[in-house]
């Protein structure tokens, strides 16, 4: 038979009286979707562990009821109300650009900010609330990013931010930033993969319909539609496109396009984004997704977009997407049977 003392018992009500709290700074004219999205993922966790897990409440300057940009309000407890513990997590949501100029000044926001950021587990935000993370100096010579809109003016009007301009969200000790709206989700989910474990992660992916998990190292950029606006280029990423089942080399693409293989190298990456052969990377995992919505066979798909080997296929298809091609294959495939 189990015994405790008093000890055990008063740091076993301890334990549940920590329950992580997320807290969302809000204001008028914040992006709702920075809000609902990351909170849903906090409120899946809770019921999909069924324990409390998260306490999520809604903050700004003097409470009460707030407006988004989509017109809908939204009730918060003043800053005031609350005083932060080492587990708690402050999560600064975006805005319109005028919303964030007045947000980073508000003089309530940041004496709060200045107060408690240094007390948080976590301090972060959501798409354009990095802006404000900034102007209060909480983002100086760490690596952050923002929306992808607003990374130069980021990088010009904060030259102490490590600004990454290729990247869903970035963790940088305790903070934690997130690029445009629906990376706020990706970056929640990896707080519950790290508060927990990446199974919970997966099944709160599951339950909102979402992509298992996409890294944060993955670009919020799409290159495919800078290269279909490229007519330079456009040839070339025919070509690629009809040969991906073969073997390419950045040389062949260079004698395709008519140009030394550095003079291509050095126009493709600046026109395009990347590199030429990570752009062929893509593209070949891009095809592979597709097959996979269709009737492909994850064992015989790998050679038919270029890899030598099925496993390289499937760690590279997990690194860039975040669940491994079977999983894809049963969340997207409607026509046929998992094989």
């Known amino acids: 038979m189990l015994s405790f003392g008093?000890?055990?018992i008063k740091l076993y009500f301890s334990a549940m009286s920590m329950d992580r709290r997320i807290f969302f700074v809000v204001f008028d004219q914040f992006e709702l979707l920075d809000l609902s999205g990351p909170s849903s993922v906090f409120n899946a966790a809770k019921a999909l562990m069924k324990q409390p897990a998260y306490e999520i409440h809604v903050l700004s300057a003097a409470g009460g009821l707030i407006q988004s940009r989509t017109g809908i309000e939204v009730n918060s407890q003043s800053l005031a109300t609350f005083d932060v513990r080492r587990s708690d997590t402050i999560l600064v949501v975006g805005g319109s650009q005028k919303a964030i100029k007045q947000v980073s000044v508000d003089d309530v926001?940041?004496?709060w900010l200045a107060k408690n950021a240094e007390k948080a587990e976590r301090v972060g935000s959501i798409c354009t609330g990095a802006m404000v993370l900034a102007a209060n100096g909480l983002l100086d010579e760490k690596r952050a990013t923002t929306h992808w809109a607003d990374l130069s003016l980021m990088?010009?009007?904060?030259p102490c931010v490590d600004v990454a301009k290729d990247a869903?969200?970035?963790v940088d000790g305790?903070?934690?930033?997130s690029a445009g709206v629906t990376t706020g989700i990706d970056m929640a989910m990896a707080m519950v993969g790290k508060d927990h474990n990446t199974k919970v992660m997966h099944e709160i992916a599951r339950w909102l319909v979402v992509y298992a998990h996409r890294p944060g190292h993955q670009s919020q950029f799409s290159e495919l539609l800078m290269a279909q606006h490229s007519p330079r280029f456009a040839d070339i990423i025919g070509w690629i496109d009809g040969n991906l089942h073969h073997s390419i080399k950045v040389a062949e693409m260079a004698k395709q396009a008519l140009m030394t293989e550095r003079t291509f190298y050095r126009k493709f990456t600046d026109e395009i984004g990347c590199t030429p052969s990570k752009f062929l990377e893509n593209r070949r995992l891009f095809r592979a997704k597709q097959l996979l919505e269709s009737e492909g066979v994850v064992k015989s798909i790998f050679s038919k977009v270029g890899y030598q080997s099925e496993l390289g296929?499937?760690?590279?298809?997990?690194?860039?997407?975040g669940l491994s091609p079977s999983l894809y294959k049963r969340m997207h495939c409607s026509s046929c049977a998992l094989k």
């Open 6 to 8: 008093a000890n055990d």
């Open 109 to 111: 926001v940041q004496n």
């Open 155 to 158: 990088a010009d009007k904060y």
């Open 313 to 321: 296929f499937r760690n590279a298809f997990a690194a860039k997407y």
């Open 174 to 177: 305790n903070i934690w930033t």
């Open 168 to 170: 869903l969200y970035c």
